[in-house]
């Protein structure tokens, strides 16, 4: 699998934006995903986290009730909805594949997408 995210962007405090991820592979519909972020000088972290037919989803603490994780496998594509954008939030932002029980990802980091919260 081959994924690539877009979206990202420079936003005020309280703004949305909407992330994307495009799937490459036949097996895209058969893997749960995720978005992860990474804050400069921090460790990655999973943020959001969606079955593989959707019905289920996981999020940080930190993000619920402000990021909606969604998928469309018919096109291949995972979103991330966030609203209500905080300056903690900026990040890049990485999709990938994970492992449903353990929210471990799988190795097929993509390029991310860049996301900065102004105050």
């Known amino acids: 699998v081959q994924l690539q995210a877009s979206g990202g962007g420079l936003v005020q405090a309280w703004a949305s934006l909407r992330l994307s991820c495009a799937a490459s592979g036949r097996t895209f519909s058969i893997y749960t995903m995720g978005w992860f972020r990474q804050a400069p000088g921090k460790e990655r972290e999973l943020v959001a986290a969606i079955s593989i037919g959707g019905a289920s989803t996981d999020y940080a603490d930190s993000v619920k009730g402000r990021f909606t994780i969604t998928r469309d496998n018919t096109k291949k594509m995972v979103y991330l909805q966030m609203n209500s954008l905080k300056p903690e939030d900026t990040a890049i932002y990485y999709c990938?594949?994970?492992?449903?029980?353990?929210?471990?990802?799988?190795?097929?980091w993509g390029q991310g997408t860049l996301v900065t919260v102004s105050s």
């Open positions: 990938n594949a994970i492992r449903w029980e353990t929210r471990s990802p799988y190795n097929y």
